[in-house]
């Protein structure tokens, strides 16, 4: 049960959820967009974004494919490798299986990443850049406890 402050309905105070994939639903498919798209059910597929894109995937909610946005707001569970251009934040009932890239990670006590973590850098994103945009930055990567 989701506490009354708990719902991740706006990313900002001035951005909003343009898209929503309620509780009852169940996608399977490709998804690409742009501005904030929610999460509530079940997805089974590839979703990626440009440019500020948020995704937001509520506690409950799956998904299960390749995630490739800016920003990632994860409440629920994702089954597969997700790349955050931007910010990453895992709430306290946020799982990830499957390896991870990020600029900026946030996590909850309580949160889980089952893979491996590896954060962008600037001079990573700089060097792609110069390459023609080519997406294989070289990774720093987060060491795994022991």
Known sequence: MRKKNDSPKTVSEHQHIDTLIGAHSSFTGELAFEGAVRVDGKFDGNIRSTKDGTLI??????????????????????????????????GETGCINGDVEYRVITL????????????????????????????????EATPAPA
């Open 57 to 90: 995937i509520s506690q409950g909610a799956e998904v299960s494919g390749e995630v490739r946005v800016p920003n990632l707001i994860l409440h629920g569970l994702i089954k597969g490798n997700v790349h955050a251009g931007k910010s990453l934040r895992i």
């Open 108 to 139: 909850a006590e309580g949160a889980a990443v089952n893979g491996r973590c590896s954060r962008i850098t600037d001079q990573q994103s700089a060097a792609a850049a110069e390459k023609g945009g080519q997406q294989n930055p070289v990774k």
